[in-house]
């Protein structure tokens, strides 16, 4: 029987303000070739400085996944030739990392981690006209990368999205990375092998730059399938490095797989090397945030949340701190949850919003959900409101006024609008005095229909019952 072996290398682009090297902005979308200097160029005798702002982040990362932080680390070259390395070689860590061992916990199982360690991001290249243009924009050259490499714990491709999804959300609660993978700031890196129960792979597959939780599933499922093919016809895959088409859900071979010693790692000489205090951890482990685990718990505890919303709840920080606002304006977290877990999200993904660029304010959702409270809004109306204010931005007392949502409830107003309903069916009077009352729903829908969704359906219904119970009582005298 073959075990499925799966190792991931995780690069996590860091929210400093410059690179990793040098002075340069890290920006996401700004013109190419814009943000760039003679250093993350590679120009010449062009030194390189230490961005103490990157240290400080995988320190933090490194505790937040129970690792082992080294007060001695350095950096060194990993030398190879491509268009998005500027200058020959890499500078990264290798031999001696920031951080060394380490886990995370995926529901009931620990995955291992083998080391956190620093390095720069390469340029970014764009393939165009079947590869006949190529496009190289080194904005991106430079800015320093977290990668976090596991141990091969990982037995199947939900586990490796389960990972992820857990490491992506550890990142934004420190707030080192937005963890975007559709901007790059997180890419991954799947090592995938096939053994027999107890025995050593004897070969690795490295799927590389991988960009969505999507691609990676999609690449094990086709990489299990294709090395079972080449196994069972007792052939021995080739250790090869591949890319993966995200249209045809296939992987393709780049080149054959390089060694440590084919980079040839050397010490770099223009940088010192990391010295770390055990009192300058201790200060940064103090600093540390609440993490996506003690949210989840603190949010069951203190409102009362079920496991699956609080997970919910917890898996962004903005989230949770928008529930929270909310909730020390409103304080009824279940109402709050509910709403958020089902037509807040449905707008976000109808519009094409994200927590960051939705526009409705905590003060102006807990000032909604008063509203509807208070039965002066109907609830329909209430999704109207919150699509608009999440889109706009506005105060939903302006959005009622401006649109004429205010709820009817005045009884002679409601009367004139049952009595329309009413005389619009006589037949189906009739069929409700026969002892068919669910028909009353035809009626209420009636109603609302003729007053444009102003008449409150509660109060509809109660009028209505009373007034056909009216008539049955009439038509028996």
């Given at each position: 029987m073959r075990k499925l072996v799966i190792g991931l290398e995780i690069h996590i682009q860091l929210n400093t303000k410059n690179k990793l090297f040098c002075q340069c902005p890290v920006a996401f979308g700004d013109t190419i070739n814009t943000n760039t200097c003679p250093i993350c160029l590679g120009y010449p005798g062009a030194l390189p400085h230490m961005n103490q702002e990157a240290v400080r982040m995988g320190i933090e990362l490194g505790l937040a996944l129970k690792g082992n932080i080294q007060q001695h680390s350095y950096f060194e070259r990993k030398n190879y030739f491509y268009p998005d390395l500027p200058k020959g070689y890499q500078i990264t860590q290798h031999s001696a990392p920031l951080v060394k061992n380490g886990f995370l916990r995926i529901q009931h199982k620990k995955i291992r981690i083998e080391q956190i360690h620093l390095e720069e991001d390469t340029a970014k290249l764009t393939h165009e006209g079947n590869f006949v243009n190529l496009e190289v924009d080194f904005n991106r050259s430079g800015i320093p990368l977290l990668e976090v490499v596991t141990k091969p714990d990982i037995e199947s491709p939900d586990e490796a999205v389960r990972f992820l999804t857990n490491l992506k959300k550890i990142v934004e609660y420190l707030g080192v990375s937005s963890g975007k993978m559709e901007e790059g700031a997180l890419r991954c890196d799947v090592n995938i092998s096939l053994s027999s129960t107890g025995k050593h792979p004897h070969y690795r597959?490295?799927?590389?730059?991988?960009?969505?939780?999507?691609?990676?599933?999609?690449?094990?499922?086709?990489?299990?399938?294709?090395?079972?093919?080449?196994?069972?016809?007792?052939?021995?895959?080739?250790?090869?490095?591949?890319?993966?088409?995200?249209?045809?859900?296939?992987?393709?071979?780049?080149?054959?797989?390089?060694?440590?010693?084919?980079?040839?790692?050397?010490?770099?000489?223009?940088?010192?090397?990391?010295?770390?205090?055990?009192?300058?951890?201790?200060?940064?482990?103090?600093?540390?945030?609440?993490?996506?685990?003690?949210?989840?718990?603190?949010?069951?505890?203190?409102?009362?949340?079920?496991i699956i919303k609080a997970n919910s709840i917890s898996a962004s920080r903005t989230l949770c701190s928008f529930f929270e606002q909310t909730n020390a304006l409103y304080p009824d977290p279940k109402k709050i949850v509910?709403?958020?877990?089902?037509?807040?999200?449905?707008?976000?993904?109808?519009?094409?919003?994200?927590?960051?660029?939705?526009?409705?304010?905590?003060?102006?959702?807990?000032?909604?959900?008063?509203?509807?409270?208070?039965?002066?809004?109907?609830?329909?109306?209430?999704?109207?409101?919150?699509?608009?204010?999440?889109?706009?931005?506005?105060?939903?007392?302006?959005?009622?006024?401006?649109?004429?949502?205010?709820?009817?409830?005045?009884?002679?107003?409601?009367?004139?609008?049952?009595?329309?309903?009413?005389?619009?069916?006589?037949?189906?009077?009739?069929?409700?005095?026969?002892?068919?009352?669910?028909?009353?729903?035809?009626?209420?829908?009636?109603?609302?229909?003729?007053?444009?969704?102003?008449?409150?359906?509660?109060?509809?219904?109660?009028?209505?019952?009373?007034?056909l119970m009216k008539k049955s009582t009439d038509k028996g005298r």
């Open positions: 597959i490295e799927v590389k730059n991988l960009n969505s939780f999507r691609s990676v599933y999609k690449s094990i499922l086709f990489e299990l399938a294709r090395q079972e093919e080449f196994l069972n016809q007792h052939q021995k895959p080739i250790s090869e490095t591949r890319g993966f088409d995200d249209k045809t859900e296939e992987t393709f071979l780049l080149r054959k797989k390089a060694s440590a010693y084919d980079y040839r790692y050397f010490p770099e000489p223009d940088l010192l090397a990391i010295h770390i205090s055990p009192e300058e951890i201790e200060s940064i482990r103090n600093q540390l945030p609440e993490l996506p685990a003690q949210a989840r718990k603190r949010l069951m505890e203190k409102y009362g949340l079920s509910n709403w958020l877990l089902t037509d807040f999200f449905k707008n976000l993904n109808k519009y094409n919003l994200t927590l960051l660029t939705q526009k409705m304010k905590p003060i102006h959702f807990a000032s909604l959900l008063r509203i509807l409270d208070s039965g002066s809004v109907s609830a329909n109306h209430g999704k109207q409101i919150l699509e608009i204010m999440m889109k706009e931005g506005l105060e939903p007392e302006q959005i009622i006024h401006s649109l004429h949502l205010t709820q009817e409830n005045n009884p002679d107003v409601l009367d004139k609008w049952i009595d329309m309903a009413l005389a619009k069916y006589p037949k189906e009077i009739r069929v409700y005095q026969s002892g068919k009352n669910n028909i009353i729903d035809m009626f209420v829908g009636e109603v609302l229909e003729i007053s444009l969704g102003r008449a409150n359906p509660v109060l509809v219904k109660s009028r209505l019952e009373t007034r």
